[in-house]
């Protein structure tokens, strides 16, 4: 029996709005996390930056305590703001899952306004997707195997919760991102 797909939204307190209406629209059999009281966004002043990196830090550390070996993928919704209109990112480590997921999108219509970043471990210089990025988070949560840790930020043209084209548009990406798992 293949394992749950797990959906966490609220990992930053003021994304929990965004993450509540995406989640609705979603298929059953996909399991949701919400954290509701998530951590501020990240402060990257010299000052706050260490109290961000040691917050993010302790927050993926107890999800990890909390998925490891019980899902076969996690999908971790954020939202950010981009003016210039809706897009999205996908992180993962994984490259083969990057290259099936760009070959979905792409036989499916296009990747929607999506980059496919690379998560790199140090040392790593092989281009994958679109970009490669590294993350405050916890390599252990990230370069497992099992489950696959996949990352979605979703940009919206203007702050707050969102309006519904921007929940279907994170909701057909999820959608996407499941499949591609799936076979």
Known sequence: MAKPTLLVTGVHRDELGFGDRVAALMVPGLELMRIPQGIPQPRRSPTNRFLSRT??????????????????????????LDEAGRSAEIFCHDPGFL??????????????????????????????????????????LWCLDTPLYVGLEIYLPAPGDGEPEDWHYAAGLIGEIVASVAG
């Open 55 to 80: 917050q993010h830090h302790e927050l993926y550390l107890q999800l990890y305590q909390q998925v490891k070996g019980r899902y076969g993928l996690l999908i971790d919704l954020h939202q950010g």
């Open 99 to 140: 290259a099936g997921l760009e070959t979905r999108m792409e036989a499916s219509g296009g990747k929607q306004g999506a980059r496919l970043i690379h998560i790199a471990s140090p040392g790593d210089t092989s281009p994958v997707g679109d970009a490669s990025a590294r993350t405050w988070i916890p390599q252990k």
